[in-house]
Every structure is written in C-alpha cells, then in structure tokens.
C-alpha cells in the first residue's frame, strides 16, 4: 500500500492529491485538542497513519474504510454524536463546522485520519485511526512514535451488541499493524467504566493493562496488542513514577 507523504506540519497547510504545494491558508491546529504540543519534530512521521484500501481478515466482503471528507461527511458524523448513546461516550455533540474543521486540520498533519466505516454498502462508523505518541494518551505509557490506536462510533445502533463489530475491528487492528512494518504496538483506551467494551478486548487477545489517569478528567482503561517481539510490560510506566 502507498501512503502519501505530507509536507511539514510546521506550515500547517493543506495539500492537493499528486503535489506537495501549499495551496490553502494555514490549517489551525488548535482545534486538535488532544494533540500534544511538546513532541519534538524528530518524532513526527513523514506518513499518515494506513487507511487499508483492502482490509483481510475475511473483512472485506462485508466492510469498508476510507478517509472522512469534511465536505461530505461532517454532517452526517454529526447527527451520530448527538444520539445519547454516542454524546455520553464522546462528548463530541459538534455541530457539522466543527467536525470539517477537526478533519481538515487532521489530514494536515500525520497525527490522525479521520475514517468512515461501511457495512454492506452503507455507512454505519466512524473511526480515528491515529498516532498514539502524537496524542495525550502517549504520556500515559512509554510510546513510540509507530504506536497505532484507534477510537470507533457506531453510528447505527442496529449493529451494536450483535457480533459484527466485534471481528471487525481485531481484524482492523490487524490490518493498520501489517500496514506499518515498524509499529510493535497498538492500543486501545475506552473509558474506564465501559465494561462491555473492556470484556471484548480482552475476549479478542488484548492485554488489559488496568486503570490509568489520562487528564484530570478522564480515566481510562489501557488495552494493548504488541507485536513483533515488543513486550506489554516494557512499556508501562512503574506505578511509582
């Protein structure tokens, strides 16, 4: 798979498909409010992280990703974080602007990807696939910037709880670390209170790596899936520090 490279960050501009030029007023990056700030240069990826055009994992027949348009995506993205189930588990009941203004300052940077998921033709998720190292939840365990992690919305209710998401994304999981022949770990940080989420990570082989406070007003619950030859325990912090 060949995944474009993007020019520097520190331009903050946006780029059009088959060139590198600048062509855009600077994207504000602010908007991204868990990217961190204090990562040096040196750490960034020259590449996004892999949207799989083909995904494995005998996926392929039902699922699709690919990445968000903020032109033709927010709105709907919207309207699925404003349902109760996805406002309490988000807290990202964003208007349509936000959400276009979210993206575009993502697919600026090689930090995040915001995807939609289909299911049978349909548009049913959404998803970030992101850089772990690049975002606050990097400071909670000793992250490399190869990391991969992801977050997921099911947007159509229907499709919750019935065994279809669950084998999507492990083979998902799969297919962005077979992408990146560098990434040793992936991760995954649902709140601290979903156990039904928690009881199917650890069901599909994730390492449950308890409870740690990722900002002063969320804590989590830390799965990871390392890989070859990385160790779970090697990149967890002592409790004592």
């Known amino acids: 798979m060949t995944v474009p490279t993007l020019p520097p960050e520190s331009s903050c501009r946006t780029v059009t498909e088959n060139t590198t ?3 855009e007023p600077a ?10 700030t204090d990562v040096p240069e040196s750490d960034f990826l020259p590449a996004p992280p892999p949207v799989p055009a083909e995904l494995g994992y005998g996926l392929d027949e039902n699922f699709a990703v690919r990445a968000a348009d903020p032109a033709a995506d927010a709105e709907m993205v919207s309207a699925w974080m404003k349902t109760p189930e996805l406002e309490a588990a988000w807290e990202q009941p964003w208007e349509p602007e936000r959400w276009a203004a979210d993206w575009r300052a993502k697919l600026a940077t090689t930090y995040s990807v915001p995807v939609i998921v289909s299911y049978q033709g349909k548009d049913v998720g959404y998803m ?6 690049r975002d606050e939840i990097g400071k909670v365990y000793r992250s490399q910037p190869h990391d991969l992690g992801w977050h997921v ?3 159509d209710a229907s499709l919750t ?3 279809i998401f669950g084998p999507f994304l492990l083979g998902l999981t799969q297919a962005v670390i077979d992408a990146d022949p560098e990434c040793t770990l992936a991760i995954v940080e649902p709140d601290a209170g979903n156990e039904r989420v928690h009881h199917g990570l650890r069901a599909f082989g994730a390492v449950d790596a308890g409870e740690w406070q990722q900002r002063a007003d969320r804590r989590v619950r830390l799965f990871l899936w390392p890989v070859r030859g990385e160790r779970a325990e090697d990149r967890l912090f002592d409790r004592r520090d």
């Open 27 to 36: 994207v504000d990056l602010s908007v991204l409010h868990r990217l961190r």
């Open 153 to 155: 919305a099911i947007g």
């Open 161 to 163: 709880s019935n065994g």
């Open 128 to 133: 970030e696939i992101y850089r772990p190292h």
């Open 21 to 23: 030029e600048s062509v």
